[in-house]
């Protein structure tokens, strides 16, 4: 963060302590963990730098999407494609713009193109989501779009790594899958009044993606028991932050309420 502007740095701080975000500044030292349950070295500090910022793009953009910008995918690729990071005034004004700027200062010539390409295709498969008309086919596509993410982040720390690391990647992925479904669960109901679904889903669908949630994840707990913990207590703090942040705003919007309503 050191080879960042002053004024820049304090606004990322902003936002890597927003309470929205509170779920994603915490996967960078979870990561580690794993990192070191697989006896992969690392270079750290560096390590946890890149994976926090881009943990925090993941959550700034899916939070602008889950708001009702559905653009902001194809905003977000139009500013990676310069590669050398642009602090000015239009980035100051947009989290979205801010965190992507950010993002690409943590790029070198190694994970710049690979980093495009993966963004480009968890892009088409954000985008093609609501084409699916079943909660099988959505259970796929989030799937994927899990996997992707993971991947991504292992592409931006792999310079960073030392050893044999391909069995940290599949598991990243896996478990990228999983948490992405459990998100999915938590946000079913929003999704579908944001118009982001293309069924209805009815009761057994919650149930068919608890029972996939269940059985994916207890497959990578028995496989890895020494992880346990770590991924019940990621899956606790994923569900606990995503309420909290739901009351918060109906607190906003309660509080705006009474103040139009004190003004009249």
Do not use: W
């Not at 960078?28 to 910022?53: H, K, M, N």
């Not at 999915?184 to 669908?205: Q, T, V, W």
């Not at 932050?241 to 309503?261: C, I, P, T, Y």
């Amino acid at each position: 963060m050191e080879n960042l502007p002053i004024d820049i740095r304090g606004l990322y701080q902003h936002l890597a302590h927003d309470p929205k975000y509170q779920h994603f500044a915490r996967i960078p030292d979870r990561i580690i963990q794993c990192i070191d349950y697989f006896g992969v070295g690392c270079a750290r500090e560096v390590t946890r730098a890149r994976l926090q910022a881009y943990y925090l793009f993941i959550g700034v953009v899916d939070d602008a999407i889950d708001s009702g910008r559905i653009d902001t995918g194809r905003l977000v690729l139009g500013y990676l494609s310069k590669a050398v990071p642009v602090f000015d005034e239009a980035s100051q004004r947009s989290s979205v713009r801010l965190i992507t700027e950010i993002l690409k200062s943590h790029l070198c010539a190694e994970t710049y193109l690979p980093m495009i390409d993966g963004l480009r295709e968890l892009y088409d498969e954000v985008v093609s989501e609501p084409g699916a008309t079943s909660i099988e086919s959505y259970i796929e596509h989030r799937k994927s779009v899990g996997r992707l993410t993971a991947e991504l982040s292992f592409v931006l720390i792999r310079p960073a790594l030392s050893g044999e690391h391909e069995r940290l990647l599949q598991f990243m992925k896996r478990v990228g899958a999983i948490g992405c479904l459990v998100d999915s669960l938590i946000d079913l109901s929003s999704d579908r009044r944001l118009g982001l679904l293309g069924f209805k889903p009815a009761i057994m669908d919650y149930a068919k993606l608890s029972r996939s949630i269940l059985s994916d994840g207890l497959r990578v707990s028995l496989k890895h028991p020494g992880l346990f913990g770590l991924f019940l207590r990621a899956i606790v703090d994923n569900v606990r932050d995503r309420f909290r942040a739901q009351r918060g705003l109906a607190q906003l919007v309660s509080d705006r309420k009474n103040e139009a309503a004190s003004v009249a």
